[in-house]
């Protein structure tokens, strides 16, 4: 299943699987999944995946750090446009992020097709956006991402 996983996420290239494994990514988009579907507490998830080990480039920690929620908040969103897809109908097992999607759309807030859950899809992608937008203006990397996750409190 974990080589299925990494297949998708990969687009079955070699090199970018072994980029996502050196990141970690399979265990970030789980987190994720909880996160969003409101398992599990914003901040809980957000320590828990800055807490993975991983290969992340940069000359400082800092650096490091923003390498780090770059590749999450990419993550999330990859995971929110694949949430979408599988409301709308695809088979989450031939989606990159399928597994998370499939858990987002089927237990959560933010899954079905209700007005409530468009809107709160949308509320909880726009803030993934701004938080990924703003992690250009040097912000605190671990703060933008417990916004982000955040958000789907919001849209309750």
Do not use: Y
């Amino acid at each position: 299943r974990r080589v299925a996983q990494i297949v998708r996420m990969s687009g079955g290239s070699p090199g970018i699987a072994m980029r996502l494994l050196r990141r970690s990514v399979p265990a970030m988009a789980e987190l994720l999944a909880h996160g969003l579907a409101g398992k599990r507490s914003p901040m809980e998830v957000a320590a828990e995946l800055f807490d993975l080990d991983g290969d992340f480039p940069g000359k400082t920690a800092s650096a490091q750090r923003r390498t780090q929620a770059r590749t999450i908040l990419d993550l999330g969103l990859e995971v929110l446009t694949d949430t979408e897809r599988v409301i709308a109908g695809a088979d989450p097992a031939g989606l990159a992020q399928g597994d998370a999607a499939g858990e987002i759309a089927s237990g959560s807030l933010l899954g079905g097709d209700s007005i409530a859950a468009t809107s709160a899809r949308r509320a909880v992608g726009e803030s993934w956006i701004s938080a990924r937008e703003d992690l250009n203006l040097n912000l605190a990397p671990e703060a933008l991402v417990e916004r982000a996750l955040s958000s789907v409190l919001g849209s309750r």
